[in-house]
C-alpha cells in the first residue's frame, strides 16, 4: 500500500494504522481524529468533504468529545471509515489531497481521553509477573496461586482516574505498614509503573449472556498502552483479604490514539502453550497473541531518558478473548467503552520486566540511570513513557506513547 501522503519511515501512523483518537486546536472542542505520519487526520473535515456519505454518519458523531459514539455505530461502519481513509489517502485524485484543513500538524493539536471509560478491569495475565509478585509479596517456592493457570485471574478497578497522557499526577498517601511498628499515614515510599496493554469495548453485551472466546473479538474495538500505576506500600498492607484497593486506584495513563484490532492484524502471532489444559469456555481457536513490542522509559527532572524495560504484549499467557470469555462467563455484561487492561506485562529476561518492583526486586537493589541517580521506585518529578508499536515485512503500526510526571505528594 502506498500513500501519496509522505511520513517518516519509522512513524507509528503509517497507512497500515489510521488510529482513532480525540483533539482539540487552539483551545477548540475535542473532536474526532486519525493519524498519519506526523499529522492528525481531522475527520469531521473530511466527512464534510463527503467522505464517508455512503455510511449515513449523523453529523453530530464528528464532533462529539469521546469516541463513544463512533464505536457504538458498530464495527461495520467503523471498519469502513477506517478503509475509506485508507484508500483516499492511496487515491491520486481524493479529494484529501487538495484539503487545507484535513491535516493538522501534531505538535499543535492537544489529544484528549479518547472515551468515556464506563467500566475497568485489570487482569493479571502474565505469567512471569505474576510469577514474580507471588515470589515478593508471598512465598518464593509456591508463588503462583492454585487458581492461576485455570483462571484468568482479575479485579474491578476504577474508571474515574483512567487519564490520558500528559497529564500530571500527584504522590499518592496512604496507610503503610512498617515491618516493626504499627501502620503509618503519609505519601507512598513506593511509586511504581506497571506496563500493561488495555482493549476498549466496542460492542454491548446483554446482561445474563456470556461472550465466547470464539464471538470475543467482535466485542474488542481496539487497544491503548496502560499504566496502571501503584503504590506498593499501600498495596502490600490493604491488599488482604480483597485485593487491589487504594493502592491502585488513584491514577492510570493511557495513550490517547485507539489503534484498532483491524489494524493489528498483520501482527498476530501464537501465545505459550496452556498447561494444565483450560475449561471448554476458556479454549480457543487460532492466533490470538499480539507481537507488540513495549518499552519504558524513565526520565528524571531535566535529565535524558532511560530504557528501564523492553517488553513484548506477545508474552500473555491468557489472550484477550480468554479474558473476555472469562470475564462475562457468569453473565456479566459489557458495555461501548468499558476498558480491560492486560495486567503486567513482564517477558522470562529480567531485562524485560514491566514494574519496578520486579526490576529492583522488591526494593533490595538499585539502577542506575546515565546521569549517575540510582532509583529503587519512582521519585518526585520523574516522567515515565510507554511506546509500542507493531513492525513486521515493512509495516509499522504503532501506539505513540503515553506519558506521566510524578509531582510531590499533596500538603
Ligand atoms: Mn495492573
Redesign the pocket.
Known sequence: MNSWKSYPENSDFSIYNLPFGIFSVNGSSPRLCSAIGDEVIDLRAAAQLGLFDSLSIEPSVWDSNTLNDFISLGKKITKEVRIILQSELCKEDSKLKSSTDVFIAMNEVRMHMPVKVGDYT???SSREHATNLGKLFRDPDNALLPNWLHIPVGYH?RASSIIESGLDIYRPCGQQKPADGPPVYGPTKRLDF?L?VAFIIGKESELGNAISTESAEEYIFGLVL?N?W?ARDIQKWEYVPLG?FLG?NFA?SISPWIVTLEALNDFRVSGPQQDPPVLPYLKYEGIRNIDLHLEVILQPENSSENTISVSNFKYMYWNMAQQLAHHTVNGCNVKVGDMM????ISGKDEKSYGSMIEISRGGKETIKLSDGQERKFIEDNDTVIMRGYCEKDGKRVGFGEVRTKVLPAKK
Do not use: L, R, V
Request: charged letters at 30%; aromatic letters at 18%; glycine letters at 12%.
Open positions: 485489570d487482569f493479571y478497578g506497571e500493561e496502560f496502571d501503584s487491589p491502585k492510570s487492561a492486560s495486567g503486567t
